[in-house]
């Protein structure tokens, strides 16, 4: 299972792009790489998801390198509301048995 | 469609007690799972199950035993609760793509 490793905590402001780097050195050949957002007293909810290149849905943009040891999620023109945690996680979707590991996660303040 | 519901909401026990967690899903997904997070730190794995009468253990299993009877179903059930299995609780479920959607979350006190 691959380990990820992301900032503990970043800020940015209303209006601004905010983009949240997500290494996983030792992704392996059929793991996708996930994003969640978890808002305080709920469940994590799923944003996005890419193997390689760029994958782009209404909330995100997720941009992975071609050695895809790291992933940027992308948040275009954030406002308050986007104040979340944020989880990268990678793990083969295929897998019957599939787990994943969850770190800590990045804690994104937006401020007015 | 409801989605992942979990029940109850809040529960406090008492060290020693038992009870069970429960959580239904209407999405007809095959794969469910039973998370608990600590304050302020990530997700972890208790039990998963990849479909009726398939049951597997997690990162975190002792202190937990689950079933799945059926396809909606995942009860978790604490066998002698203690405080360190104070947390709050997540069922979720996977669907086609792995992407899993999650419960509301079960609060759980433990004195």
């Known amino acids: 299972l691959a380990k990820t490793t992301q900032p503990i905590s970043m800020d940015s402001y209303e209006g601004q792009e905010v983009n949240i780097t997500c290494s996983h050195n030792?992704?392996?050949?059929?793991?996708?790489i996930t994003w969640y957002q978890q808002f305080p007293s709920q469940g994590p909810r799923f944003i996005i998801q890419?193997?390689?290149?760029?994958v782009t849905n209404e909330v995100a943009s997720l941009f992975i390198p071609a050695d895809r040891k790291s992933s940027t999620l992308s948040l275009p023109r954030v406002s308050l509301s986007d104040t979340a945690v944020y989880y990268c996680l990678v793990g083969d979707r295929m897998d019957s048995n599939y787990q994943l590991i969850w770190g800590a996660g990045t804690k994104l303040i937006i401020k007015p | 469609n409801a989605g992942v519901t979990q029940t109850p909401k809040f529960q406090v026990l008492k060290t020693g007690q038992s009870m069970t967690l429960q959580c239904a899903q209407d999405?007809?997904?095959?794969?469910m799972s039973w998370y608990r997070q600590d304050p302020g730190m990530g997700l972890r794995l208790i039990h998963y199950?990849?479909?009726?009468?398939?049951?597997d253990q997690g990162e975190v299993p002792n202190g937990y035993n689950v079933s799945r009877s059926t396809t909606e179903d995942f009860p978790l059930r604490l066998l002698s609760a203690a405080p360190s299995q104070t947390s709050v609780y997540f069922c979720?479920?996977?669907?086609?793509?792995?992407?899993?959607?999650f419960g509301p979350g079960t609060r759980l006190t433990v004195l």
């Open positions: 030792n992704i392996a050949t059929n793991d996708y």
């Open positions: 199950s990849v479909g009726a009468g398939i049951t």
């Open positions: 979720a479920t996977a669907g086609r793509r792995n992407e899993q959607f």
């Open positions: 890419g193997y390689k290149t760029k």
């Open positions: 999405m007809n997904h095959e794969y």
